[in-house]
């Protein structure tokens, strides 16, 4: 009886996951002329297969087993499940000689009733071996999955993000180690930091310092203010440096509730 209310949660889920997954991925090719909904990497790794099915299939089949091992190991889905997997494989179905993008990964309703297929099948497929698999090698998986997941978010995710930086220019490079390097400090990982600096740097070099890379330079320079401030940075810096905590600033945080006391 378990298994069958696993089941139709699943199809439920992964119906609306595929859905957004998949019709949001084709609608990124469209910007700026309407909205999507993805991140930067699926864009350019669908890009990267350029509508060959087995590119495109061959990709999410890597992204799978990972997703699959951590689903049956600590129970939870990767974001590669909505990122990678289910984008890559809702162009697959489409994608055949002769088509052109245009008629299959950039077109929103196929993509969406693909991704909603797609959606269905793994999450299904997810929730289900992970319910079947007993608690016992479930708790060997997480001793061996989370050291691993914590090495791949730190640090070699940075890492990969950083050497992309440093070759896409040297503007690009010196604000994406700078931005990096605050973002490590204040929120413990460097890619938002050094993601925000390739766009910085990336649109400095192509339009200069207009009116858009200006608003967004003082905007992540806001950004970096408010997380330190809410995450009790200053606070920490200033005693580590051994300077002492100014009232106001201690009581400006007490206000707020933001970090330290």
Same mark, same amino acid.
């Given at each position: 009886?378990?298994?069958?209310?696993?089941?139709?949660?699943?199809?439920?889920?992964?119906?609306?996951?595929?859905?957004?997954?998949?019709?949001?991925?084709?609608?990124?090719?469209?910007?700026?002329?309407?909205?999507?909904?993805?991140?930067?990497?699926?864009?350019?790794?669908?890009?990267?297969?350029?509508?060959?099915?087995?590119?495109?299939?061959?990709?999410?089949?890597?992204?799978?087993?990972? @997703?699959?091992?951590?689903?049956?190991?600590? &129970? !939870?889905?990767?974001?590669?499940?909505? =990122?990678? %997997?289910?984008? /890559?494989?809702?162009?697959?179905?489409?994608?055949?000689?002769?088509?052109?993008?245009?008629?299959?990964?950039?077109?929103?309703?196929?993509?969406?009733?693909?991704?909603?297929?797609?959606?269905?099948?793994?999450?299904?497929?997810?929730?289900?071996?992970?319910?079947?698999?007993p608690d016992s090698l479930q708790a060997?998986?997480?001793?061996?999955?989370?050291?691993?997941?914590?090495?791949?978010?730190?640090?070699?995710?940075?890492?990969?993000?950083?050497?992309?930086?440093?070759? @896409?220019?040297?503007?690009?490079?010196?604000? &994406? !180690?700078?931005?990096?390097?605050?973002? =490590?400090? %204040?929120?413990? /990982?460097?890619?938002?930091?050094?993601?925000?600096?390739?766009?910085?740097?990336?649109?400095?070099?192509?339009?200069?310092?207009?009116?858009?890379?200006?608003?967004?330079?003082?905007?992540?320079?806001?950004?970096?203010?408010?997380?330190?401030?809410?995450?009790?940075?200053?606070?920490?810096?200033?005693?580590?440096?051994?300077?002492?905590?100014?009232?106001?600033?201690?009581?400006?945080?007490?206000?707020?509730?933001?970090?330290?006391?």
């Amino acid at each position: 009886m378990s298994f069958i209310i696993i089941l139709i949660k699943s199809i439920i889920i992964g119906g609306f996951v595929g859905f957004g997954a998949g019709v949001g991925a084709a609608r990124m090719f469209h910007a700026p002329t309407v909205q999507g909904m993805g991140s930067f990497r699926t864009l350019g790794e669908l890009n990267a297969c350029a509508g060959d099915a087995a590119s495109h299939f061959s990709f999410g089949l890597g992204f799978f087993f990972n @997703a699959w091992a951590s689903a049956v190991g600590a &129970g !939870t889905f990767t974001q590669d499940v909505s =990122h990678r %997997i289910i984008p /890559n494989w809702s162009a697959t179905v489409w994608s055949r000689k002769g088509k052109s993008v245009e008629e299959t990964l950039h077109n929103p309703k196929k993509m969406a009733i693909s991704g909603t297929v797609i959606g269905i099948i793994i999450v299904s497929f997810l929730n289900l071996t992970s319910a079947a698999i007993p608690d016992s090698l479930q708790a060997i998986a997480v001793k061996v999955l989370v050291p691993a997941a914590n090495l791949l978010i730190n640090p070699v995710m940075p890492v990969i993000f950083w050497l992309a930086a440093l070759d @896409a220019g040297k503007r690009t490079g010196v604000y &994406g !180690t700078v931005f990096g390097g605050l973002a =490590h400090l %204040i929120m413990g /990982n460097a890619v938002p930091g050094i993601v925000l600096g390739i766009l910085i740097g990336k649109g400095v070099d192509e339009n200069g310092w207009s009116k858009l890379t200006l608003t967004l330079f003082i905007s992540v320079i806001i950004l970096f203010v408010l997380s330190g401030f809410f995450r009790g940075f200053d606070l920490t810096l200033l005693q580590q440096f051994r300077l002492g905590t100014p009232q106001w600033l201690q009581l400006l945080h007490n206000l707020f509730g933001a970090g330290g006391k």
